[in-house]
């Protein structure tokens, strides 16, 4: 492929591990946030830390959406091999190009609506409340269209990379580099 | 398929109406056309809300209009979830919520939480007229608008009353209220803000959970009770478990309201508004809560869960109580009234419309003014 | 257009996505959106579309699948399964089979603690299949096994399925929860049997030289009885955690995970790898399940939208004299919404239909239920939405089909064993509850 399709799809690397990261620290401060709720109850007999509207409203989507664009690009998604398989190399081809299509097109479709969602989360100013207090859901919201977007582009790449190259691929990274690179996320 | 046929026709149906009669009001005659709407609520097909409301409210609007009108019902949430009832109503996605939970969303219906507020002695049947009263109120609250207005006009709805849940009690698992302390340091589940105020000036905790997790939390002791009407026990299976109750006040009603988008609501010609007014209006009236409420005392009573009446509490612990709802109205008005909302007007509405309607309220409420 | 002919359309769309080898979560989504413009217009879409992604990942409950997921990481991280393995292997004398009923009953004590299967069944890949295969499973029995043992969350209470069902039809949730323990020994015991089979019907394939010999792996004694320990610490804290009341079920996910933490904060184990890998890993996995969870949630839009289940099953009553057929062809309809739908979905959607059904026969509503609990489990081990074999395939990286291979016939001896012997013997659910 281009230096300039490597070059992009670096930058991307980049910004789908950054929202691996994000989703990731969510996750443990959801875990640890739960779990000092749990000890300030039962040592303290504290009021609840209204763990259940926060990881329901800011946790959880902060543990997918940051992320999702990373998962998938990992080739993680699954989908059934077992015919398409087992035809022409050609055929294959031709398959994953109306594939990638497929996915780039709903994902932008998915980006579109949840951008609508979110401009309208604010101007409807819909909330959530915990402990009397209104929170606010459009921060968690931007994370919708923005991870929508990334697979869109995502499967862009995938879509060029199966447009201009002899072989099939479903990773834009091949699956050797993608487990050699394990170490990089130790970075 | 036909539903499509349906609504294209009702909108067509429309579009000749607002021909016709150029004035503000859509209401046309009735052309005789079938109208088939789709019903949302996040309740369960057997709910007893459900029951009290939705099948009888869809049965008399069918019935009525010798089946001109026909009802897709979607219980559970099967098509919208809860919380996302205006936006599917507005963008068609259904014609009727029938009911939704206005208290689960207080940044879009700020002050319906005025039902949630406790009271002195009430039951089913007075809180479902004093609510009917309230929807259809004229009582201006503020900027010229009433409680309707503010609540759901606001939101281009159009809304109806329905029953509210009775009473609300505090039940707890293996313990008994006697004196003050007996009011504290409980972990008690609530629904909403008044509720938890009010657990709060108890001097106890309040946790807020999904009904999945309560029936686990309680069961296990991660929480000693709920706040809760008797008539829900049963359903979520608490009555296996709660062995005492407090009897001799009511801490408010759990507050439901049916809604209809009210361009859509125009559409309808003005027979079948009034028809599904005068049903809804009717419903208010109807004693099925009433007797689901007795039947789930007995159930309770069969069940050995055990009644304390406030009234032969310490003198104390009944001051206790009566201080904690004064402050649970005092901190409920002050809350809205720093969100620019007519929180003293709202709830002393409700106050006069209970009391109108046969229940009563503490004495140091009489004195809000 | 008939809503049998869009059904037949969308029917044969999503056979044609599959055999070419779209991804899941897009053949929901496509099917779905195609549907419902079919059934309405392509307007009615966008309420959907803009909502659920997001409504269907802001859940309290599935908070499980990350918080299980991350237990699971870092409990496989600090070695201490590892060993533990090793232990058993040694004690058995390398009969792998033993190590297979181990991973089956570790997800019977799982399920005793997780209400969720899909949580359960990553959590089992990730700590199991690498072992089961190391000591000669086939990948595919390796996953199924795990798969399968994690699915038991949903019938051993408690069950957010049973829960669901318990409130959407009012069946006491308690009787529910006591009815379905037998049920649930049950289908371990029939796991258990069906993988023995497997196995040695795999083995049949394989030549006598290429069985590796038992040999005695070494672990250090001091490292052995460290792990037994250490697990033994885990588990206890989260059971008794729950049992004592001190944490529900939904926070024993964040308390198991914490308590992993420390203890590989213990050993030693954590550094920048440690948290980063076991990050990625759990991000990965909960994303690839809550893309399908979004993309199951507008298909069934779409079928709630159509009314055919309500159709098919008021067609039902007529045949209201044969109530053993009625409830054989309602169990075939669940087993195929299960397969295409998610779990809780098909219970909110088909509850207010069936309910009226099955008390006009007069069934019990808790024996039933325990049925439904057990479809739905099964649901999660079939093609083609069989989200606990995605999040097997997931987190040990085994292709999915290897794993439908053996999940499917798990998933049809359960059904036919385990459901049948409930229609014949309905005391196996209903003996408990009754002593209670
Ligand atoms: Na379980
Ligand atoms: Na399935």
């Excluded at chain 2, 099948?55 to 209009?65: C, L």
């Excluded at chain 2, 608008?145 to 329905?162: D, I, N, R």
């Excluded at chain 2, 302390?181 to 409980?186: F, P, T, V």
């Excluded at chain 3, 399964?81 to 297979?100: A, C, H, M, V």
Aim: hydrophobic fraction near 50%.
């Amino acid at each position: 492929m281009s230096k300039r399709y490597d070059s992009m799809y670096e930058l991307l690397e980049k910004v789908k591990y950054a929202g691996m990261l994000l989703s990731g620290i969510s996750i443990f401060i959801m875990m640890t946030y739960t779990c000092l709720d749990v000890l300030l109850r039962n040592l303290f007999n504290f009021g609840s830390l209204n763990t259940y509207e926060f990881s329901q409203n800011y946790f959880m989507p902060m543990a997918v959406f940051p992320a999702l664009a990373y998962a998938y690009g990992r080739g993680i998604m699954p989908r059934i091999e077992l015919l398409i398989s087992r035809v022409r190399n050609s055929i294959q081809k031709t398959t994953a190009v109306v594939i990638y299509t497929v996915e780039c097109l709903l994902f932008t479709l998915l980006a579109v609506y949840g951008f609508n969602y979110f401009t309208q989360s604010i101007i409807d100013s819909i909330a959530f409340s915990a402990g009397g207090a209104n929170y606010p859901i459009w921060p968690v919201l931007v994370f919708l269209p923005i991870s929508f977007l990334l697979i869109a582009l995502e499967s862009l790449f995938l879509l060029i990379k199966n447009i201009k190259n002899p072989e099939t691929s479903f990773t834009v990274k091949n699956q050797e580099k993608l487990k050699e690179e394990k170490g990089m996320e130790a970075i | 398929g036909n539903n499509n046929n349906d609504e294209e026709a009702s909108g067509a149906q429309t579009n000749n109406n607002e021909a016709n009669n150029s004035e503000a009001s859509a209401e046309g005659t009735n052309n005789g056309e079938e109208i088939n709407l789709r019903l949302t609520t996040g309740l369960s097909p057997s709910d007893a809300n459900t029951a009290a409301f939705t099948h009888p409210w869809m049965e008399m609007v069918e019935e009525r209009t010798d089946g001109q009108v026909t009802f897709d019902a979607f219980f559970s949430q099967e098509l919208v979830p809860m919380g996302e009832e205006i936006p599917a109503l507005n963008d068609g996605t259904v014609d009727v919520a029938a009911p939704i939970l206005p208290t689960y969303e207080p940044a879009r219906y700020p002050l319906s939480d005025v039902v949630l507020l406790p009271l002195e002695s009430s039951d089913a049947q007075i809180s479902a007229m004093a609510f009917a009263e309230l929807i259809k109120s004229e009582e201006e609250l503020q900027d010229g608008q009433t409680f309707t207005e503010m609540e759901y006009g606001t939101h281009g709805m159009k809304a109806l009353p329905v029953q509210p849940v009775p009473e609300y009690t505090i039940g707890v698992i293996d313990h008994e209220f006697s004196d003050v302390e007996s009011l504290q340091n409980l972990q008690l589940r609530t629904s909403g803000r008044a509720h938890e105020i009010l657990v709060d000036q108890l001097g106890s905790s309040s946790v807020s959970m999904p009904f999945s997790e309560e029936f686990e939390a309680m069961s296990r002791g991660a929480i000693e009770g709920t706040v809760r009407a008797i008539s829900d026990y049963e359903p979520y299976g608490f009555d296996e478990m709660i062995t005492n109750a407090l009897e001799g006040v009511s801490l408010g009603h759990f507050p439901f309201v049916w809604l209809m988008s009210e361009e859509r609501w125009n559409e309808l010609p003005a027979d079948v508004q009034e028809v599904m007014e005068d049903a809804a209006y009717e419903l208010a009236e109807s004693t099925t809560k009433l007797e689901a409420m007795e039947a789930a005392y007995e159930n309770a009573e069969e069940q050995g869960i055990e009644f304390t009446d406030v009234a032969d509490m310490e003198p104390e612990a009944q001051e206790h109580i009566e201080q904690a709802v004064l402050n649970t109205w005092e901190i409920w008005i002050e809350a809205k009234e720093e969100e620019g909302l007519p929180g003293k007007e709202a709830a002393i509405l409700w106050r006069d419309l209970i009391i109108e309607q046969g229940g009563t309220v503490h004495e140091s409420i009489m004195e809000l003014e | 257009m008939p809503v049998e002919l869009i059904f037949l359309i969308v029917g044969l769309l999503m056979i044609s996505f599959l055999a070419l080898g779209l991804y899941i979560h897009s053949i929901l989504l496509l099917s779905g959106i195609i549907g419902i413009v079919l059934l309405e217009s392509p307007g009615y879409v966008t309420g959907f579309l803009q909502s659920d992604p997001f409504i269907r990942v802001a859940s309290y409950s599935l908070t499980t699948i990350p918080l299980f997921v991350l237990m699971a990481q870092f409990i496989v991280r600090s070695g201490i399964i590892e060993d533990l393995f090793t232990i058993i292997y040694n004690i058995s004398k390398g009969r792998k089979g033993i190590l297979g009923i181990l991973t089956v009953f570790s997800g019977g004590m799982l399920g005793a603690v997780s209400g969720s299967s899909n949580a359960s069944a990553a959590a089992m890949g990730q700590v199991a299949v690498p072992q089961l295969i190391k000591r000669g499973y086939s990948e595919g029995i390796a996953g199924a096994t795990a798969a399968a043992a994690g699915s038991l969350s949903s019938v051993i209470p408690p069950s957010i399925v049973l829960i669901l069902w318990g409130v959407a039809t009012e069946t006491p949730i308690g009787q529910l929860f006591i009815a379905s323990l037998i049920p649930g020994i049950i289908i371990m015991v029939v796991i258990s049997v069906s993988m023995l089979i497997f196995l040695k019907r795999a083995d049949k394939h394989v030549s006598s030289e290429d069985i590796k010999p038992f040999e005695k792996e070494s672990v250090p004694v001091k490292r052995a009885s460290l792990a037994i320990i250490l697990i033994g610490l885990i588990a206890v804290s989260v059971f008794y955690g729950i049992y004592a009341g001190i944490f529900t079920p939904t926070e024993a996910g964040a308390v198991g995970a914490m308590v992993s933490f420390i203890t590989a904060l213990l050993l030693r184990r954590v550094n920048i790898s440690f948290i980063v890998r076991s990050f990625s890993e759990t991000v990965k996995l909960t994303a690839m399940i809550l893309l399908i969870m979004i993309g199951a949630q507008i298909f069934g839009r779409f079928v709630s939208l159509s009314l055919l289940p309500r159709e098919i099953i008021n067609l039902l009553s007529g045949l209201i004299e044969y109530p053993v057929l009625i409830l054989i062809i309602l169990c075939l309809i669940y087993f195929v919404l299960f397969m295409f739908i998610e779990g809780a979905a098909v219970i909110l959607m088909t509850a207010p239909i069936v309910l009226p059904l099955i008390n006009t026969m007069q069934v019990d509503t808790v024996w039933f239920g325990v049925i439904v609990g057990i479809l739905c489990t099964i649901g999660l081990l079939t093609p083609p939405v069989g989200l606990s074999i995605y999040s097997v395939s997931g987190v040990t990286g085994i292709k999915s089909e290897k794993i439908f291979q053996y999940a499917l016939p798990y998933s049809i001896i359960i059904a036919v064993v385990v459901c049948g012997l409930l229609i014949l013997f309905p005391q196996l659910v209903t003996w408990l509850p009754e002593r209670m």
